[in-house]
T-cell receptor, first 114, second 114 residues
Framework: AQSVAQPEDQVNVAEGNPLTVKCTYS??????LFWYVQYPNRGLQFLLK??????LVKGSYGFEAEFNKSQTSFHLKKPSALVSDSALYFC????????????FGTGTRLKVLA | DSGVTQTPKHLITATGQRVTLRCSPR?????VYWYQQSLDQGLQFLIH???????AKGNILERFSAQQFPDLHSELNLSSLELGDSALYFC?????????????FGEGSWLTVV
């Protein structure tokens, strides 16, 4: 069965500091991995995805994520956090085999402090 | 704007009632996914349709049903509503049937059961 874990309910970081939001996954076969961001009272917005190839994936708004197969992780990173990055972040996984189900983590609330 | 349209945006109804949530996918997208987001359950996958056919089922209650019509719009029907059904219901779409497709979310339908 597919699953995604986001071990931190909330991450606090000072503006200008680097941020990391953690995600680990479990899937049979190779994974497709995604990050989405949700602002209050809005839908989820796509940030980036890993399909194959380079383990470092760059996405929208200066975010990037590193795929680590041995650790089954796909952590979201940004070199310098902005207050406007404060939002709820979701990691998602889809297996390359079987049904086209996208399974989401429970979300991590990022708070960037001025 | 993701291009996925959901109506209504907000809905308040009484226990025991039935409601229908509607989703218009992005132009050209064949797949529609429904998710439920509640405070204590995170983002739960309900059901996936591809070109009118059901492809995968998640944690969808028997009181809930969905369908995708020939014009590719989809409806989620919720019946015998309970207080616990109050949640944000998202629709997402993708062109699908190729690897690693991104799914794009609508703004959601807020359902409050009183």
């Amino acid at each position: 069965a597919q699953s995604v874990a986001q071990p931190e309910d909330q991450v606090n970081v000072a503006e200008g500091n680097p941020l990391t939001v953690k995600c680990t996954y479990s899937v049979s076969g190779n994974p497709y991995l995604f990050w989405y961001v949700q602002y209050p009272n809005r839908g989820l917005q796509f940030l980036l995805k890993y399909i194959t190839g380079d383990n470092l994936v760059k996405g929208s708004y200066g975010f990037e994520a590193e795929f680590n197969k041995s650790q089954t992780s796909f952590h979201l990173k940004k070199p310098s956090a902005l207050v406007s990055d404060s939002a709820l972040y979701f990691c998602a996984v889809r297996s390359t085999s079987g049904t086209y189900k996208y399974i989401f983590g429970t979300g991590t609330r990022l708070k960037v402090l001025a | 704007d993701s291009g996925v349209t959901q109506t209504p945006k907000h809905l308040i109804t009484a226990t025991g009632q039935r409601v229908t949530l509607r989703c218009s996918p992005r132009s050209g997208d064949l797949s529609v996914y429904w998710y439920q987001q509640s405070l204590d359950q995170g983002l739960q996958f309900l059901i996936h349709y591809y070109n009118g056919e059901e492809r995968a089922k998640g944690n969808i209650l028997e009181r809930f049903s969905a369908q995708q019509f020939p014009d590719l719009h989809s409806e989620l029907n919720l019946s015998s509503l309970e207080l616990g059904d109050s949640a944000l219901y998202f629709c997402a779409s993708s062109v699908e049937r190729s690897s690693g497709n991104t799914i794009y979310f609508g703004e959601g339908s807020w359902l409050t059961v009183v």
